[in-house]
């Protein structure tokens, strides 16, 4: 009795969704598409756990944020393959149809609640730190709510730019098209030169004032609002720069216009 009481429960708090897509953008940086569980709930910019056996038969978990908007009913996930990683080789490795364990409770703090105000909306990401902005722009909402939303991609070469042309050409079904102009995407490269993308560090364009200049706007602490996603050596960075100029960092308790998240 014990036994199956133990496994209801844990039948209960995740559940096998099944593949239903796999788009390599590099042979290391994928998308993984999935059918999504009845009962997950989440808030665009929020994350969950997936899981694959390992081999010896335990469960390995990790966190990954939605890419797909909350009202989707395929889930969507952005991974870059860790060749010593327990679980993203395994995950690379997946074929449509296989099953691929899924949480049924979302976690994460970068959310748009998080902020009372602003006009523009800054989201700033390295790498895979991207999903859960397009989450956000996935969503209805954050096309109410701010005049201007700028998007600015950070990688290493210009071959990781997953999602680029969906970011520079947007549209999606349940966004209204005469909003989308409100976008502007800017990439940087940070280990070769690319026509078309800021070189650098996102740090050091903030610091030289070339990302305001690329973006043809100026960051202000009383009417912008900055989301950061992506490396622990970037979000330290990037805290201290945006604290440093008058950011307060939001709480639950008291609300600021700078929302960070570690994407690992």
Not at 45 to 55: A, H, S
Not at 104 to 111: D, E, W
Not at 185 to 202: D, M
Request: glycine share 8%.
């Amino acid at each position: 009795m014990q036994a199956q009481t133990t496994q209801t429960t844990q039948q209960t708090k995740y559940s096998p969704q099944t593949v239903t897509g796999m788009h390599f953008w590099t042979p290391t940086i994928f998308s993984i598409k999935t059918t999504r569980p009845p009962g997950l709930q989440f808030t665009a910019g929020q994350f969950v756990r997936l899981g694959l056996p390992g081999d010896d038969g335990e469960l390995i978990w990790r966190a990954y944020s939605f890419v797909n908007s909350p009202a989707e009913d395929t889930l969507e996930f952005y991974v870059i393959t860790i060749p010593e990683g327990k679980l993203t080789p395994r995950l690379s490795e997946l074929k449509v149809g296989d099953e691929l364990l899924v949480d049924h409770t979302a976690y994460g703090f970068l959310t748009l609640d998080r902020f009372t105000g602003g006009d523009d909306l800054w989201l700033l990401a390295t790498g895979t730190g991207l999903a859960p902005f397009v989450s956000i722009l996935r969503d209805p909402e954050v096309w109410q709510r701010f005049k201007r939303i700028f998007v600015v991609h950070s990688v290493r070469w210009e071959r990781d730019l997953a999602y680029y042309e969906e970011l520079r050409h947007f549209s999606h079904p349940d966004v209204d098209p005469a909003l989308v102009d409100k976008l502007h995407f800017a990439v940087s490269v940070t280990r070769e030169q690319t026509p078309g993308a800021l070189y650098g560090r996102i740090t050091s364009l903030l610091a030289s004032g070339e990302l305001e200049k690329a973006v043809g706007a100026t960051l202000d602490p009383a009417t912008s609002r900055i989301m950061v996603c992506g490396n622990p050596d970037m979000i330290k960075e990037l805290r201290a720069w945006f604290t440093d100029h008058g950011y307060a960092v939001s709480r639950t308790a008291t609300p600021g216009p700078l929302v960070l998240e570690k994407q690992w």
